[in-house]
């Protein structure tokens, strides 16, 4: 069983940044894609992005390219989400999840975090 940990969520401003860190405390999670999802009221939850095992492989759903930006670094064994230029369309609870291939963590993950809370304020 994976656990995984969100935080870094909170209050901006529109036009703000946040970054999210994913981590799984005493575990490693190196080999598992993963992947960013939010939820905002009312709305089902979505695809952010997600990065590969390696970090050399992103994609990001069309809505936050070029604003969003998925990293990793496996040696502190966590993965950041860096929102850039945020908009009050970007509010919802953020999870991040984990698979073993890009194509689980996208469709089918395998491990969920318990998310953490955006508002952007207009």
């Known amino acids: 069983q994976l656990q995984l940990v969100e935080s870094g969520g909170g209050l901006v401003q529109a036009g703000g940044s946040l970054r999210l860190s994913c981590s799984a405390p005493g575990r490693t999670f190196s080999m598992y894609a993963i992947g960013w999802f939010r939820q905002a009221p009312g709305k089902e939850r979505e695809l952010v992005g997600r990065?590969?095992?390696?970090?050399?492989?992103?994609h990001y759903a069309p809505s936050v390219k070029g604003r969003f930006t998925i990293s990793r670094d496996n040696a502190k064994n966590t993965v950041y989400l860096q929102m850039n230029r945020l908009e009050p369309e970007d509010t919802g609870v953020y999870y991040c999840?984990?698979?073993?291939?890009?194509?689980?963590?996208?469709?089918?993950?395998?491990?969920w975090g318990q998310g953490t809370q955006v508002t952007v304020s207009s």
């Open positions: 999840a984990a698979g073993g291939e890009v194509e689980t963590v996208q469709r089918r993950p395998d491990y």
């Open positions: 990065i590969s095992w390696s970090g050399t492989d992103t």
